[in-house]
Structure formats: structure tokens, C-alpha cells
């Protein structure tokens, strides 16, 4: 694995992690959840592991997580789509004879669906770990005291430990507010897999159903599972279950 620095085309530099001979014909793009990052634990294992088994992968932070050299206000969903875009550019030409796949875990998986049904991605498949398909409904801003803090300052710091600090801004919510994903993805769009604990406190398992069955993805449901899907043998059932849906 290496750790690059590429140029984006919102005129910053986006941080990546990436593993690829450029032999491999299956390459995987992995996306991060809100307030983590391409080090965090899901992307960290898969960006090691997935190279075991012959499929490239490269994970990135989005603007203002993890290693991003810039702040919260650059944290939008316009830029996100377009820092995707670029880290998939870089993965080709890392693995040029490959097929794309994404994978996307809570908020990443959310704009995993953001970026299959803007037209712009050239892969067709995509791994969507504790999918925040109601994205929009889950942050700070949608308590009382979260809305009068927006009002007050234009801005939310969301500070938790082991976690970046993240600034959250009006346009961020603007942007949430202005993209459901069961109105903007499209069934057929791509080959959905979604893998979702029934005991996910952060991201909705009914919701995560309910999406899988109007959108036609394939739902496997982990039982007791939480949001990170982090007892016992989940990580690795992850794993095997995303080696096995590229590979394919």
C-alpha cells in the first residue's frame, strides 16, 4: 500500500491510500462514512485485504476528513461528487485494464448513490455497507437547538473523540437537503449489494429495506448487527461477502 497526494479538480489536493500492480482486472474505489476516513477501520481493511484476492483498491478522505487538507467548508456534496470523480480517475490509471466497483460505507455509501445516478461514474457495481439512505434526516441540524446554532453562526462543529473535528455548514445541509437518493438513484442504475445490521443506531435498517426493495439491490441482513457492523466475525463477513460480489 501507498499513501499519494493527488490533484483534484476543485483545486485542492485530495488524500488516498491505494493498492495496485495495474495487472488486476477488478479495481474497487472505497468510500468512508461521516467523520472517518480512509484510515478508519472498514476502508483501512479493505484497501489491504482486497489486493490479497487480485482486486486494486484505492480509498480517499473527503474534504475536511482525515488527512484532507482543507476545512469544513469545503466539506459539500458538490465537492465530494467531484473528488470522487477524480480518485476514480486516479484508481484507472493506477489499474487500467480493470473494471471498476465502489464501495461505500453509511455517508459514503449514501454518495456512492449520489454519483452511480449523476451519469459520472463508469463502473457498474457497488458494495453499500450500512447504507444512510435517509442521509439527509441524521445530522445535527435537524434538532431544535441544532437549528438555532445554524442560525446563530451559519455553521455546526460536530466534535466527537477519535474524530476530526467537523464543521458543517448551511450549504452542506442545503445539498442533503436537495438529494434523497430514493428520488435520485434509479433502479437498474447499477448492481447493488447492501449489507445492513437490524440493530444499526445510526442509519435506519428498515429504511436500508425499504430502499433495497424499490431499487432491486440484493440486501444481506446481519443480524444483531451494528452500525458498524463490528461484532464478532461481521468485519470479516463483510469482507468476504464484497471480495466475492467483484470478483464476480
Do not use: W
Amino acid at each position: 500500500m501507498a499513501n499519494i497526494m493527488i490533484q483534484g479538480k476543485n483545486g485542492y489536493e485530495i488524500a488516498c491510500v491505494q493498492a495496485a500492480t495495474g495487472r488486476e482486472e477488478k479495481a474497487v474505489l472505497i468510500m468512508h462514512g461521516f467523520g472517518s476516513s480512509k484510515d478508519g477501520f472498514t476502508a483501512a481493511m479493505l484497501t489491504e485485504e482486497f489486493p490479497k484476492k487480485g482486486i486494486a483498491a484505492l480509498a480517499f478522505d473527503f474534504p475536511a476528513h482525515g488527512e484532507s487538507p482543507v476545512d469544513g467548508d469545503f466539506f459539500t456534496l458538490e465537492n465530494c461528487l467531484v473528488d470522487m470523480a477524480s480518485a476514480e480517475e486516479a484508481l484507472r490509471c493506477l489499474a487500467p485494464k480493470a473494471e471498476i466497483g465502489y464501495f461505500g460505507s453509511s455517508f459514503g455509501a449514501y454518495m456512492t448513490l449520489l454519483y452511480l445516478a449523476s451519469g459520472k461514474a463508469s463502473g457498474k457495481k457497488a458494495f453499500l455497507r450500512s447504507a444512510a439512505v435517509e442521509m439527509p434526516n441524521l445530522l445535527a441540524n435537524r434538532t431544535e437547538a441544532g437549528k438555532r446554532l445554524l442560525e446563530q453562526q451559519g455553521y455546526i462543529m460536530e466534535e466527537e473523540e477519535g474524530m476530526r473535528p467537523l464543521k458543517l455548514t448551511q450549504r452542506l445541509f442545503d445539498g442533503l437537503d436537495a438529494n434523497d437518493v430514493f428520488q435520485q438513484y434509479k433502479r437498474g442504475t447499477a448492481l447493488l449489494h447492501m449489507v445492513h445490521g437490524t440493530e444499526d443506531e445510526a442509519a435506519s435498517f428498515e429504511a436500508a429495506r425499504r430502499f433495497a426493495e424499490l431499487k432491486g439491490a440484493k440486501l444481506t441482513v446481519l443480524d444483531g448487527g451494528d452500525h458498524q457492523l463490528s461484532r464478532l466475525g461481521m468485519p470479516e463477513q463483510v469482507l468476504d461477502l464484497a471480495a466475492k460480489f467483484f470478483s464476480n
